[in-house]
């Protein structure tokens, strides 16, 4: 078993808190998680968020770029793709 740590409940405003010990490596803001047990309660930390990358300000970076028309986009079909296009070929045909 590991270390053990002993924490006094105090009051901050209308809530209850409890005082986690600096050696135990946990972040200023991270979220923890308190899980109510039969023998008792378990706190466990949450991973952090995914970073997200804003790419709203890229549009402008290359104003020189223009997207392609249609006719110009050579992209091969998947072979889901094309076996769903004959599949519904072939049902118009029958039907």
């Given at each position: 078993?590991?270390?053990?740590?002993?924490?006094?409940?105090?009051?901050?405003?209308?809530?209850l808190?409890?005082r986690?010990?600096?050696?135990?490596?946990?972040?200023?803001?991270?979220?923890?998680?308190l899980?109510?047990?039969?023998?008792?309660?378990?706190?466990?930390?949450?991973?952090?968020?995914?970073?997200?990358?804003d790419?709203?300000g890229?549009a402008?970076k290359?104003p020189w770029?223009?997207?392609?028309?249609?006719?110009?986009?050579?992209f091969?079909?998947r072979?889901?793709?094309i076996?769903?296009?004959?599949?519904?070929?072939?049902?118009?045909?029958?039907?």
């Amino acid at each position: 078993m590991g270390k053990e740590y002993r924490a006094k409940i105090f009051k901050s405003g209308n809530s209850l808190a409890l005082r986690l010990p600096k050696e135990l490596g946990l972040k200023e803001g991270s979220t923890m998680t308190l899980r109510e047990e039969q023998s008792g309660y378990r706190l466990e930390a949450e991973p952090p968020p995914r970073k997200t990358i804003d790419v709203s300000g890229f549009a402008g970076k290359a104003p020189w770029l223009k997207p392609l028309p249609p006719e110009l986009r050579e992209f091969e079909e998947r072979p889901s793709t094309i076996a769903a296009r004959k599949a519904a070929e072939a049902a118009a045909k029958k039907g």
